[in-house]
């Protein structure tokens, strides 16, 4: 199998990153953005994605952290974008995930098309200085630029940190189900139109 391996950067007035990944990694994590609750979300991703994540964010956090936030799920959505040949794939993929009283739900579509439903009732607006507000235009960011379906339901859940945890930790294991190659789709792409570019 070819490498699935990508690295971006984006550099704009308001931040600078970078991002380099692969796909078929083991979940190895580093990250430096000066978000630690972002990254102690997105670590989630990358072990139960089994996904190999390399970061480094600066961006304008003396305003707030929405510019940082919002460009690093356009940048990882572009690298996922990159490394992904969508050729023998699975193209869906789900799951619930738990922690404790909280379950979340998480269902992509490699499917060429932007699509993001996004349901998460949280009980409080910040998880430390974190405001939550800011994981839809982090999960808006990824959908718009790997050009994927994403649908996000946090089914229950009192706490917000166990909230936002399950939904990534579900995210990872969605990816990882969704971007497996499929012996039986083996040099084809699953979709009857023939491509998955939109």
């Known amino acids: 199998m070819t490498a ?8 704009t007035n308001e931040t600078r990153i970078k991002v380099s990944l692969n796909l078929d990694g083991s979940g190895k994590f580093r990250m430096k ?10 670590e989630q991703v990358a072990r139960h994605g089994l996904i190999d994540m390399d970061i480094v964010a600066d961006g304008d956090l003396q305003i707030d952290a929405h510019h940082t936030v919002e460009d690093l799920g356009i940048t990882i959505g572009q690298a996922v974008d990159q490394a992904l040949s969508k050729t023998g794939i699975r193209r869906y993929g ?4 738990p922690l404790d009283e909280a379950l979340s739900r ?4 490699f499917s060429g098309r932007p699509g993001l439903e996004y ?15 800011l994981f839809y235009e982090f999960f808006q960011g990824f959908v718009n630029h790997a050009k ?10 009192n706490n917000a940190h166990h909230q936002i945890e399950t939904v ?4 990872g294991r969605a990816v990882r189900m969704a971007i497996e190659a499929d ?16």
């Open 168 to 171: 990534f930790k579900a995210f």
């Open 148 to 157: 994927v379906t994403l649908h996000i339901d946090n089914l229950r859940g």
């Open 33 to 42: 953005s000066g978000l630690p609750f972002l990254e102690h979300m997105l």
């Open 106 to 109: 998480v269902v992509i579509d």
């Open 119 to 133: 349901h998460i009732p949280f009980k409080r607006g910040s998880v430390g200085e974190f405001d939550v507000d």
């Open 183 to 198: 012996a039986r789709m083996q040099g084809t792409v699953p979709s009857t139109k023939g491509t998955l570019s939109g």
């Open 4 to 11: 699935r391996q990508a690295s971006v950067e984006r550099n």
């Open 94 to 97: 789900h799951a619930y995930v």
